[in-house]
């Protein structure tokens, strides 16, 4: 069950920052649900390899070149989704921030109950 919900914040997320972002496309409802799966098993399958192989770039980057590390997963989502773009890298970076601030704010909502 928790698992579902957050699916469903993550999907609701994603939806909400297509509409607010313009270098940010989602067809719709199940398009935004479908994309917060593929990023669910893109972070748990890839992106830990990622973070194994650029470790010294990472600790030189005192952590900020995750940031490259999630626009990397968001391109990736959506050269394997059709109904969802994003137009470039910068456009990625800050779609990974505000999506993560996003899921965080929803999650806190949940958290409070």
């Known amino acids: ?3 579902l919900l957050n699916l ?7 939806f909400v920052l297509s509409n607010v972002l313009s270098g940010v ?5 199940m398009t935004a649900l479908i994309v917060a799966v ?6 748990i399958f ?3 390899i990622l973070v194994i192989f650029t470790l010294p770039i990472t600790v030189l980057t005192l952590g900020l070149f995750l940031l490259v590390i999630n626009a990397f997963i968001i391109l990736i989502a959506s050269n394997l989704i059709s109904g969802f773009s994003v137009d470039g890298v910068w456009t990625a970076i800050l779609f990974s ?5 996003l899921e965080s704010i ?3 909502f949940l958290k409070a109950d």
Not at 8 to 14: E, F, G, H, I, R
Not at 38 to 43: C, E, P, Q, T
Not at 97 to 101: E, F, K, M
């Open 1 to 3: 069950m928790k698992l």
């Open 106 to 108: 929803l999650h806190s």
């Open 38 to 43: 593929i990023l669910g098993l893109l972070n």
């Open 46 to 48: 890839i992106k830990p």
């Open 97 to 101: 921030v505000l999506l993560s601030i």
């Open 8 to 14: 469903l914040l993550t999907a609701l997320a994603v």
């Open 25 to 29: 496309h989602v067809d719709g409802y």
